[in-house]
């Protein structure tokens, strides 16, 4: 797959993407109805500078859809990518009416929050207090003021009365600060509602919820293992309650290559694909079962193919994006070691054709593997092969097992002498005289030599 970065972006704030050039397979329109909210926003936006063949549909839909919301510059995002690659569409030309309209309307909204927070403040009534500010929090999250949204939300933790309230908090301030990549907010506020106690209908339809939020932060810290682990323990039922971060989907994808590139192989099939509750995920992506079914098989060059031919679709997730290169680095690692283990030697030109990224060798990376520990090898130049270390031969196998095996006949013929020592009661036994102790003169593993 082919990438570039693109010429400075004059959006407003949002970081510049890369560029994917390869057709995904994903349906747009299909895959963005798994999501509500801002996190649909985002998707769209990062599919509309990322992907060269939906990046027109991509923008054009999220211009449309942010018009119909409170976020302006969410909108002049969207306007100005769409003015660069494809000016003479009609969503291209800036309506400056609405911005004006939405920019009064949401500082009136804003006036009238305040101002009604300050009367509840004032009457010291905290259940209308606590409402006033999440009313200012989900105001401010529609404007796209996730600071001052994340601010409002948590000045609610002031005025809670029942565990629910808690939940509810928790909740808000996690949405926010998974957009903002606040990994350590998420995770407080996991705990917060993992300590929570709630009745065990609540927990079972809160679970799938903390499930993804702790996975997607560690996702975010690149905390691989520990995401792996946290998305194959997600239970059945992230659906409409968790559509404003996740999707089942995602479950999936973020699940199976977290797996991939840092579970055992002789643990995977154990782990992943007996794994009741994450197969219920994985039906959903078929791809990524057969992917970690070719792995556990020692197909690793079909696992590595089948990832490759998705590559595109996750350049265009918003989560997994970043992570991408190193999950599927690891991934190709693991495979070499796995390949590598019933060989003496093999060719440069057999590893780049398994295992190389297309239009790639693999030398350096050999190299690299090499030099970290993780495979056991050396690299012929010469020969261009990559060489096991010297192992024993096998008359060095043979002489080491006769040493040992003359070793135990020795001490069994010891302890065989003992034995027989004791039964005919020949053992020269102490006697004690004014307070001397008189001993036999020699031990009996001193008679015979064992040789």
């Known amino acids: 797959m082919s990438s570039t970065h693109p010429p400075a972006s004059p959006t407003l704030g949002r970081k510049k993407a890369l560029v994917v050039t390869d057709p995904p397979k994903l349906d747009l329109e299909s895959y963005i109805a798994n999501y509500q909210g801002r996190t649909r926003l985002?998707?769209?936006?990062?599919?509309?500078?990322?992907?060269?063949f939906l990046g027109i549909d991509a923008l054009k839909l999220l211009i449309r859809e942010a018009k119909e919301g409170k976020d302006v510059s969410f909108y002049l995002?969207?306007?100005?990518?769409?003015?660069?690659?494809?000016?003479?569409?009609?969503?291209?030309?800036?309506?400056?009416?609405?911005?004006?309209?939405?920019?009064?309307?949401?500082?009136?909204e804003t006036a009238r929050l305040e101002a009604q927070l300050k009367g509840y403040k004032n009457n010291l009534i905290k259940e209308s207090i606590r409402m006033g500010n999440e009313d200012l929090g989900k105001h401010y999250e529609a404007m796209g003021q996730l600071a001052l949204a994340f601010d409002a939300y948590s000045r609610m933790r002031q005025d809670i009365s029942i565990p629910r309230h808690v939940i509810d908090i928790s909740k808000h301030i996690i949405e926010v600060s998974i957009e903002r990549k606040d990994n350590i907010a998420i995770l407080s506020n996991v705990q917060k509602m993992r300590g929570?106690?709630?009745?065990?209908?609540?927990?079972?339809?809160?679970?799938?919820?903390?499930?993804?939020?702790e996975g997607i932060a560690q996702l975010h810290a690149g905390q691989y293992p520990a995401a792996a682990q946290t998305f194959l323990q997600t239970p059945p039922g992230i659906g409409t309650s968790c559509n404003t971060i996740i999707?089942?989907?995602?479950?999936?994808?973020?699940g199976g290559l977290c797996a991939l590139a840092t579970i055992d192989r002789n643990d995977m099939q154990k782990l992943v694909l007996e794994n009741s509750e994450f197969r219920t995920y994985l039906e959903l992506e078929p791809h990524?079962?057969?992917?970690?079914?070719?792995?556990?098989?020692?197909?690793?060059?079909?696992?590595?193919?089948?990832?490759?031919?998705?590559?595109?679709?996750?350049?265009?997730?918003?989560?997994?994006?970043?992570?991408?290169?190193?999950?599927?680095?690891?991934?190709?690692?693991?495979?070499?070691?796995?390949?590598?283990?019933?060989?003496?030697?093999?060719?440069?030109?057999?590893?780049?054709?398994?295992?190389?990224?297309?239009?790639?060798?693999?030398?350096?990376?050999?190299?690299?593997?090499?030099?970290?520990?993780?495979?056991?090898?050396?690299?012929?130049?010469?020969?261009?092969?990559l060489v096991s270390p010297p192992k024993a031969t096998?008359?060095?196998?043979?002489?080491?097992?006769?040493?040992?095996?003359?070793?135990?006949?020795?001490?069994?013929?010891?302890?065989?002498?003992?034995?027989?020592?004791?039964?005919?009661?020949?053992?020269?036994?102490?006697?004690?005289?004014?307070?001397?102790?008189?001993t036999g003169s020699g031990l009996p593993g001193e008679l015979f030599s064992g040789n």
Not at 42 to 52: D, H, K
Not at 413 to 433: F, P, S, T, W, Y
Request: hydrophobic share 40%.
């Open 42 to 52: 985002e998707r769209l936006y990062l599919i509309g500078v990322t992907s060269t």
């Open 77 to 108: 995002d969207a306007w100005a990518a769409l003015k660069k690659i494809a000016p003479d569409e009609p969503e291209a030309q800036r309506d400056n009416k609405w911005i004006d309209a939405t920019n009064k309307a949401n500082a009136a």
């Open 196 to 213: 929570t106690v709630v009745s065990p209908d609540e927990d079972k339809l809160l679970k799938p919820f903390i499930q993804a939020s």
């Open 247 to 254: 999707s089942p989907n995602d479950v999936a994808i973020y």
């Open 288 to 385: 990524i079962r057969r992917a970690i079914q070719a792995f556990v098989a020692s197909k690793y060059s079909t696992c590595l193919e089948i990832l490759e031919s998705y590559r595109a679709d996750y350049m265009l997730d918003i989560h997994l994006q970043p992570h991408v290169d190193e999950l599927y680095t690891r991934v190709r690692s693991k495979s070499i070691v796995q390949y590598f283990i019933p060989f003496s030697c093999v060719t440069f030109e057999t590893l780049n054709k398994n295992f190389a990224p297309p239009g790639k060798t693999i030398e350096k990376e050999l190299a690299e593997m090499i030099k970290c520990g993780d495979l056991d090898a050396r690299i012929d130049l010469v020969a261009k092969t």
């Open 394 to 438: 096998r008359h060095e196998v043979q002489q080491e097992a006769l040493k040992t095996a003359k070793q135990v006949e020795r001490e069994a013929r010891q302890h065989l002498l003992r034995m027989n020592i004791v039964a005919a009661d020949m053992e020269v036994k102490g006697l004690k005289d004014s307070g001397t102790r008189v």
